[in-house]
């Protein structure tokens, strides 16, 4: 009997979809760029995480759940689910809660995709509607963007009978691009109710435009639709993993019945559940986030670098071919950002939107890489 390596073993064995998954590539930590180059007092300006951390309330809730470590979670989410309710104006039964948003987003693609069907994306979209599509082996239909935004009447057009789902970002990451409410109900409008909608919210806190508007209220008119949210951007728990789909209770039950019994951990239930009565930490967040995105902008166009304006806590800056380079050079610097290249924008970086000082600190370092290179 001859051996194969393991590997190869594998490979032959693993299902399509799984083979063809590119592995995600998250924001440097902090601890990564001091181990790996010796840089101390960096800043991550890299996955939108929250700058102001939580809200004390948030910390009082955690220090009360870590005494009962011995019970399983609540897995029905009884009192999140009754606080999100009432805030949202939603029923608990159109509730689903989830280890982060984007295990609401990979239990549709598992409930909607197989093999022979697709889901419509937009190009530079959020690259987890990929994974999950491409996971279940499914077809992605992805659409070109339109000034780097979602075509949405384009992804309509772009339906075709195997398509099961529709993702789309509002506000896209990494872009920040949004996309009107009345484009949104024109898509729901073309597509049969066998096409599941997912509208996905995460930065939906941060938004300041006029033509947008959340998808909730589409909710009772189209039950194909399903918006997903998350505590990881605006509330600051992106360390504690929750989030939530809101949809037609019948969509809901099957969501539920899919996901772990207890998929989210009684730290992060108590988290968020203490996040939403904090709104003044919201309204502080959103504060800082609409200033630095101020500070930054004002910056950038000083130094003459053209940025995609965002709706979100994050800004895709154009560096054109030095876009690698400048990242490195702000790594070394102790500046982390996003580079982008994984999204078909190898000429821009993510910028997160940080505080006052984080910002300083960025265009500081970002001006002497500039005028350094000038030089040279
Ligand atoms: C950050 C982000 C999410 C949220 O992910 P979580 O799993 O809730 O932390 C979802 N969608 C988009 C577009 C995001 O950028």
Request: charge should be negative; aromatic fraction near 8%; charged fraction near 20%.
């Amino acid at each position: 009997m001859t051996r194969s390596n393991p590997a190869d073993i594998f490979q032959s064995i693993v299902k399509p979809g799984v083979k063809g998954i590119q592995p995600y590539q998250p924001g440097k930590p902090v601890e990564e760029l001091e181990r790996e180059l010796g840089v101390i007092n960096a800043v991550k300006l890299a996955s939108n995480e929250n700058p102001l951390g939580v809200s004390p309330l948030v910390k009082q809730a955690l220090d009360k759940a870590v005494k009962d470590l011995t019970r399983y979670p609540d897995g029905s989410a009884f009192y999140l689910k009754k606080k999100l309710a009432s805030r949202l104006g939603v029923r608990e039964n159109q509730l689903t809660i989830g280890n982060g948003s984007n295990e609401v987003l990979e239990l549709l693609a598992r409930m909607f995709l197989s093999p022979t069907t697709s889901a419509v994306v937009s190009a530079h979209a959020f690259v987890v509607y990929d994974l999950a599509i491409t996971a279940e082996s499914a077809r992605a239909i992805k659409v070109p963007a339109k000034d780097w935004g979602h075509d949405i009447t384009a992804m309509a057009d772009a339906v075709d009978d195997s398509t099961r789902m529709v993702f789309i970002a509002n506000p896209n990451n990494p872009t920040g691009t949004w996309v009107s409410h009345s484009a949104i109900r024109g898509l729901l409008e073309s597509v049969s109710g066998q096409v599941i909608v997912v509208v996905d919210e995460a930065y939906f806190e941060y938004v300041d435009k006029p033509d947008y508007q959340s998808s909730l209220s589409l909710l009772d008119e189209f039950p194909n639709l399903v918006v997903t949210r998350t505590f990881s951007k605006a509330y600051g728990l992106a360390a504690l993993r929750v989030g939530y789909a809101i949809s037609h209770p019948a969509l809901a039950d099957l969501m539920n019945r899919l996901r772990q019994p207890f998929n989210v951990n009684s730290f992060a239930l108590a988290a968020a559940e203490a996040a939403l009565e904090d709104k003044q930490f919201l309204a502080d967040s959103i504060e800082v986030n609409r200033a630095g995105y101020e500070q930054l902008s004002a910056g950038l166009k000083g130094l003459g670098i053209s940025f995609i304006p965002s709706a979100g806590n994050f800004i895709a800056a154009e560096f054109g071919e030095d876009a690698a380079d400048i990242y490195e050079q702000l790594l070394r610097a102790g500046v982390i950002v996003r580079p982008i290249a994984g999204y078909a924008m190898p000429r821009h970086l993510r910028i997160s939107i940080g505080t006052e000082s984080e910002n300083v600190r960025f265009l500081d370092t970002l001006t002497t890489i500039l005028s350094a290179g000038e030089v040279a």
